[in-house]
């Protein structure tokens, strides 16, 4: 009998050369089952033996694994402390299982969610996840009961589930993760969505950076199609742009409109896709619910700190050790998930700045490493958790080039509809380059003009154009309409806050943390 | 073919045989709701561009105006309306791979004119960076001498 290898076919695992491991694997006569990923990234590709681990491999390094004589085992897979630390709910699957075998799914307690809330009924489905605490995950943490609860109210024949899968933050892959290891648990999610609300179609919106994550979820849609009926999903495919991982700009875009953000009123569970109601849920969020379905929502709630209930699937990377997808209760504290989980920076060097919740969220300095990962924790400390992503940076980092950054992605990725996105980031790049450049600015020919009353008439000193930056942002964060522009101020602020020395100022005495 | 597409495409007209490719993605789309975008994405997908020619046929298609059909392809960064002139490698340049270095790496491509190096926010490989997507083959651990591997497998 040969020996059975499995080895992730996860995006991330092909990334780092996992299809030329399998390929030596299957030459050295192994039968090879591809799998999804455990989530131990800097250990890809993986492979699992009888259930030990070895990695990261190279085809060179296949002989002396089978030989065992191999120096990268890790021992048993699931005793291994970053695996062992974890509350698998949503991932209860990851590396187990064979991402489109519908046998695999069902034998690892795959469609029970959905056969049990068939046999509640809608109402007391929503009772289920309102009572298990789920909060979406996209970032705003609302209460999914509350919103599902809405759209099953609305009087309208038609109504849809739509799932978010435009997962654009830079620090974030789990959604991608649910989508290539575990599709069908998504759309179970979404089939549970779909009777609670009564709405028949659903459709998943991915990102086209994607392109694994399309084809896994279009083929579990086809697989599953008659498990779900009478509810259907389709795939269908971002092109590329940020904002339309915003509900309201997604939905456009999905309409075949320019994914610019819509003004709320009318909210999307009233009069979202096609002006029908809709529940829009991230990923996370609906891949949670087969779990809370099947279990009870007692056992989700019980885990969590505060009013964040269950679990939070935490994706650690950057200048990261050991970066991979980390599920665990809320409560965790910052420092715990980066030094102890994570390993320290990958280069070795002091961690300087983390970023927590993508391109939007605050950067954190190593004396906030306290903080507890729960939504209201990071709301009170200037930061937010957003989709949970870490991204860690060592002590070359420059914070005033990440501010600037920050500015440039929203002028870049910015829809354009409202004024102080669109036009405010653009100012915003240009202030950051005269703060950086430590220039000042003189007076130009058109302030000079006698018409031009209100003009300032002197010149500007580097504190002014901090001055300038703060206001800048005041308005950007309170005139926005959606998130890109008002969220815009978090990693700018809290790098001029935190990190005052990379923009001229004199550094912050040492005390300031608490 | 891609020869007699860029010729084409300098012309008012598209030729018969683009034409007919474009008929057959709306008529394979029609009854479909929203079918814009994956309308356009199908188009790319056949033509490797939306060319302006298309314009016309897709907005009489779905009844939406010309300017409607130009602003959607206008909007998104996916689309593009003249053929690429060289190879693409999609370098991931997002904060993950700013940690880990993809600035300096990309700093060591500024002579580079045999392929077009464009910027990506994200391939969610976050803890693997940086990062460099070619088609739909994804790379990842680049340090300079593997990038410059990739410029010379693709150039």
Known sequence: MSVTVRISDDALALACGADAVAAAFAQAGCTVERVSSWGMHWLEPLAEIDGQGFGPLTPADVAAVLAGTSALGIGRIEAHPFIARQQRFTFVRAGKTRPLSLDDYAATGGWAGLARARDLGGEATIAEVTQSGLRGRGGAGFPAGIKWTTVAKAADPRKYIVCNADEGDSATFADRMVMEGDPFMLIEGMAIAGLAVGAQQGYVYIRSEYPHAIAKMQAAARLAAAIIAPFSVEVRVGAGAYVCGEETSLLNSLEGKRGEVRAKPPLPALEGLFGKPTVVNNVLTLAAVPWILAHGASRYAAVGFGRSRGTMPIQIAGNVRHGGLFEVGFGITLGELVMDIGGGTASGRPVRAVQVGGPLGAYHTPEEFHLAFDYETFAAADGLIGHAGLSVFDDTADMSALARFAMSFCAAESCGKCTPCRIGSTRGVEVLDRIRARSGRQVDAVETLPQMHNARKAARSLTDDIGLLEDLCETMKFGSLCALGGFTPYPVLSALRNFPEDFGLPAPAQEAAE | ?155
Do not use: W
């Not at chain 2, 490797?48 to 779905?62: C, D, F, N, S, T």
């Not at chain 2, 060591?108 to 976050?126: F, M, N």
């Open chain 2, 1 to 155: 073919m891609l020869q007699t597409m860029a010729i084409n495409r300098t012309m008012t007209t598209t030729s018969a045989a683009i034409d007919a490719e474009i008929d057959r993605i709306l008529a394979a789309h029609a009854g479909r709701e929203g079918p814009l975008l994956p309308i356009l994405h199908d188009i790319q997908a056949a033509l490797g561009y939306v060319p302006e020619g298309a314009i016309p046929a897709i907005a009489e298609a779905l009844n939406i105006s010309r300017a409607e059909v130009h602003g959607v392809i206008s909007f998104y960064h996916d689309f593009h309306t003249a053929p690429a002139t060289r190879p693409v490698i999609k370098l991931c340049r997002a904060e993950s791979c700013q940690a880990r270095g993809v600035e300096a790496l990309a700093a060591g491509l500024v002579d580079e004119t045999r392929v077009s190096i464009e910027t990506v926010y994200c391939l969610g490989l976050c803890s693997v960076g940086p990062n460099a997507m070619i088609g739909e083959t994804l790379h990842a651990r680049l340090d300079t001498a593997k990038l410059s591997a990739l410029v010379e497998q693709v150039a």
